[in-house]
T-cell receptor
């Protein structure tokens, strides 16, 4: 199994500012994902982070608001730009366990973001 | 549209058995996953079913019926540490996971 770390673990930010969340994996992985989870809600996929190319965003999420970097196979960042209180959530990165498209995912510990 | 339904909350007694149901409607099917998520922590993988039938893994078992769009997670010999949310997630034809809202399981002594 992959070991995933995220930084920061939590932050309180002011409206209008931006926060970059880092995700580090202890092994090279092909598929990395960024999710958002509101308290008591299901996971919502923001985007798939692709190494060497632009991230693939899900409906309702755009690159200007959530720019993603994937410089190599062990690291990715998600930036939450021009934050508003509606962006308060837990942000999780995950990786696919194997090369198969149907692999289970391992999750990082999450970043708890509060926007005031 | 795509949809995953599971109960919001369940309560069970320590030592007992509990079954958490999940029904799904997705465009295509490439398997169903169950994850456990303790409060304030990340989800952890429990099981994966892609064929009909029961998969047993220790105290936890997962069942799938593709014709009925139905799965359940069975937890036996419940322990207090099993108190958590259990997330059902279905992988559609694009290999994208569609997540349920999770079932909060409360274990009472």
């Amino acid at each position: 199994s992959a070991v995933i770390s995220q930084k920061p673990s939590r932050d309180i930010c002011q409206r209008g500012t931006s926060l970059t969340i880092q995700c580090q994996v202890d092994s090279q992985v092909t598929m990395m994902f960024w999710y958002r989870q509101q308290p008591g809600q299901s996971l919502t996929l923001i985007a798939t982070a692709n190494q060497g190319s632009e991230a693939t965003y899900e409906s309702g999420f755009v690159i200007d608001k959530f720019p993603i970097s994937r410089p190599n196979l062990t690291f990715s960042t998600l930036t939450v730009s021009n934050m508003s209180p509606e962006d308060s959530s837990i942000y999780l990165c995950s990786v696919a366990a194997g090369e198969s498209d149907a692999s289970e995912q391992y999750f990082g510990p999450g970043t708890r973001l509060t926007v005031t | 549209g795509q949809n995953i339904d599971q109960p919001t909350e369940m309560t069970a007694t320590e030592g007992a058995i509990v079954q958490i149901n999940c029904t799904y409607q997705t465009s295509g099917f490439n398997g169903l996953f169950w994850y456990q998520q303790h409060a304030g922590e990340a989800p952890t993988f429990l099981s994966y079913n892609v064929l009909d039938g029961l998969e047993e893994k220790g105290r936890f078992s997962s069942f799938l019926s593709r014709s009925k769009g139905y799965s359940y997670l069975l937890l036996k010999e419940l322990q207090m540490k099993d108190s958590a949310s259990y997330l059902c997630a279905c992988m559609d034809s694009n290999y994208q996971l569609i997540w349920g809202a999770g079932t909060k399981l409360i274990i009472k002594p």
